[in-house]
């Protein structure tokens, strides 16, 4: 497989030859990040690179951290395949996540993340607008004396987040798609304040009225969103979201299976299995549908609603 950098905002095409196409698991690009020292290293699945998002697969084993501290000029959004996890920021927040559950990491925050189970980890992300600058890993790393943990030898000299890190459980609404979680996103990527998102903490909302699907966003805002979509099993015939168009970029991952990606326009339909992504570049209108006897479930990564 290729290099990290190689790769970067042209996989699997180049930005300028962008279609729809389903990526099958056994297609995704593999690396070792960072490249440099695997017994610090992640295991990474690179499914979509192009010019507005990233979207991929890391996996960690028992016991495994990836370091050095990583940062992005662009938000990141986590959702949890296989936990539990522990995020570490710079700025001194840990978030114990759950599979199944997320995380929104605003542009510009120093993280890590550790496995501190006896099984393996894995987290798929979004990151929107972009995902690296030139140097991969960044070439200026915070030492310890420049982050904040347990008994660190500068603690008392680095800012205190206390005041900085606003409650999001209060119930959500319509009016919370684009910006979600319900904080100033752009505050949050001035102070670096990173938030998980349990379950009963995804904004849930219904996608369409005559199919109605299940729509539930870990994160939403100018850069991106990111979430679930729920499609229940059907009655008499196959169960069918509304179709749909979005201004930005796209794509689907598969959790539960398989479901059906129709390009109602173009007459054509891709069958994802667990693991399968579809990517979907901006105008392409499609719907999903469930010819199986029990609810599907695929995450959305979407530039632009």
């Known amino acids: 497989m290729a290099k990290l950098v190689d790769i970067l905002e042209k996989f699997p095409f180049p930005p300028n030859d962008k279609k729809p196409m389903l990526i099958r698991k056994q297609d995704y690009s593999t690396a070792l990040y960072p490249p440099n020292d695997a017994f610090t290293s992640d295991n990474t699945f690179t499914i979509v690179t192009t010019d507005t998002f990233m979207l991929g697969i890391y996996e960690l084993c028992p016991g495994g951290v990836f370091l050095p501290l990583d940062i992005h000029p662009g938000d990141e959004t986590y959702y949890i395949l296989d936990g539990p996890v522990v ?59 420049e982050t904040k943990f347990y008994k660190g030898p500068n603690n008392a000299a680095l800012p205190n987040m206390k005041g900085k890190i606003h409650d999001i459980s209060r ?15 752009k505050e949050a990527r001035e102070t670096g304040a990173v938030y998980g998102i349990r379950d009963f903490e995804k904004l849930n909302n219904i996608h369409g009225t005559k199919h109605p699907m299940l729509m539930r966003f870990i994160s939403s805002n100018d850069y991106g969103h990111f979430g679930e979509f729920i499609l229940p099993a ?28 129709n390009l109602t326009d173009l007459q054509e339909s891709f069958v994802l299995n667990p693991e399968d992504s579809f990517f979907l ?22 530039t632009e609603l």
């Open 171 to 185: 119930q959500g609404c319509t009016d919370d798609i684009g910006c979600w979680p319900p904080v100033d996103y």
């Open 281 to 302: 570049p901006a105008g392409t209108k499609y719907q999903l549908v469930n010819f199986e006897n029990k609810p599907i479930k695929a995450v959305f990564a979407i």
């Open 87 to 145: 995020q570490r920021s710079g700025n001194g927040q840990f978030a114990y996540l759950e599979s199944g559950e997320g995380l929104w990491m605003p542009e510009g925050a120093w993280h890590c993340c550790h496995n501190f189970s006896d099984k393996k980890a894995r987290i798929l992300y979004f990151i929107t607008p972009k995902a690296w600058s030139e140097e991969i890993p960044p070439a200026v790393i915070p030492t310890d004396e």
């Open 234 to 261: 059907g009655g008499y015939g196959p169960r069918c979201s509304d179709p749909d168009v979005h201004r930005g970029d796209a794509a689907l991952y598969c959790i539960d299976g398989p479901v059906t990606v």
